[in-house]
């Protein structure tokens, strides 16, 4: 059984940086894709970034997109979050995912759900 344990988040200031880290254990064999969901108060659980087995594809929101950078470990079982440039309006829960493909990760295909970590930006 594959389990994804987060770390990082925390409360940081508009435009300060943050990193989140995501490691899966167990039979990673099935894990392939990776990535970011989150999730703010009333809203919906969108992906915010993912990235394939290899590391060679990426998706980004575009919310997010010149400010976040996802990557993953030597491990591959892995993936990193490095958010810069926050602001007020990412604040969320953030939720590590695996699935099949980063096209199955968008279409909100999960196999497998961190338990979140909060991240807060003040202004």
């Known amino acids: 059984q594959v389990q994804l344990v987060e770390s990082g988040g925390g409360l940081v200031q508009a435009g300060g940086s943050l990193r989140l880290s995501c490691a899966a254990s167990?039979?990673?064999?099935?894990?392939?894709?990776m990535g970011w969901f989150r999730q703010a108060p009333g809203k919906e659980r969108d992906l915010v970034s993912g990235?394939?087995?290899?590391?060679?594809?990426?998706y980004y929101a575009d919310s997010v997109k010149g400010r976040f950078t996802i990557s993953r470990g030597s491990a591959k079982n892995t993936v990193y979050l490095q958010m810069n440039g926050l602001k007020p309006e990412d604040t969320a829960v953030y939720y590590c995912?695996?699935?099949?493909?980063?096209?199955?990760?968008?279409?909100?295909?999960?196999?497998?759900w961190g338990q979140g970590t909060q991240v807060t930006v003040s202004s």
């Open positions: 167990g039979r990673t064999s099935s894990v392939y894709a």
């Open positions: 995912a695996a699935g099949s493909s980063i096209v199955t990760l968008e279409a909100g295909l999960v196999h497998l």
């Open positions: 990235i394939s087995w290899t590391g060679a594809s990426t």
